[in-house]
Each structure stands twice: as structure tokens, then as C-alpha cells.
């Protein structure tokens, strides 16, 4: 986050930076805390609904997909991804 930006300015600049897409920032759904060089990270996710844009990989990714439950439970994820994700009831629809 840059110095005084609100979470849902963060999210909204950091998801048209990352994925090219524009969207609207919903409600909080979760948080996480993950251990950082330097301290702890504070990861708080949102739900959001795609207003506009073309989905590509952001210049720190190799590729970007929309993907299934199914599909995802094959991909590589950070460790407590999918739970997290579940506990939220946020995992992709079949």
C-alpha cells in the first residue's frame, strides 16, 4: 500500500497494475498474517466484481487464468491458500 491509500484504492490499483483488470472492491472476506523478512505481512482479501479490462499477467508473473475448483486444486499455491480460500467460501464455483 502507498502511505495514506485506503485498502480499497489499494485493491483497486494493484488488481489493474497485476491483472489489467478494472474492478469494484466489495467486502473484506478474510485475512491472513504471513512472516516477512522484516517483520509480518497483513493480508486482508476482498471480494471484487470486474467492471472492465482484459485479463494478462501482471510483469512479476509468467501467466494468469481464470480456473475452476478443479483445475485449481492441481496448480501450485501458497501454503494455506485453498484453506483459507475454503473457510471463506471463496473457492471457484465447479
Not at 62 to 72: G, H, K, N
Request: hydrophobic share 40%; net charge negative.
Amino acid at each position: 500500500m502507498e502511505p495514506k491509500e485506503t485498502d480499497e484504492a489499494a485493491v483497486t490499483r494493484e488488481l489493474a497494475e497485476e491483472t489489467g483488470l478494472s474492478v469494484t472492491v466489495g467486502r473484506l472476506v478474510g485475512s491472513v498474517e504471513r512472516q516477512a523478512p522484516n517483520g509480518v505481512f497483513l493480508i486482508f482479501d476482498y471480494e471484487c466484481q470486474v467492471t472492465s479490462g482484459v485479463l494478462r499477467a501482471g510483469d512479476d508473473a509468467s501467466d494468469v487464468a481464470w480456473v475452476d475448483s478443479a483445475t485449481l486444486a492441481t496448480l501450485p499455491t501458497t501454503h494455506g491458500l485453498l484453506e483459507a480460500l475454503s473457510e471463506w467460501n471463496c473457492l471457484p464455483r465447479a
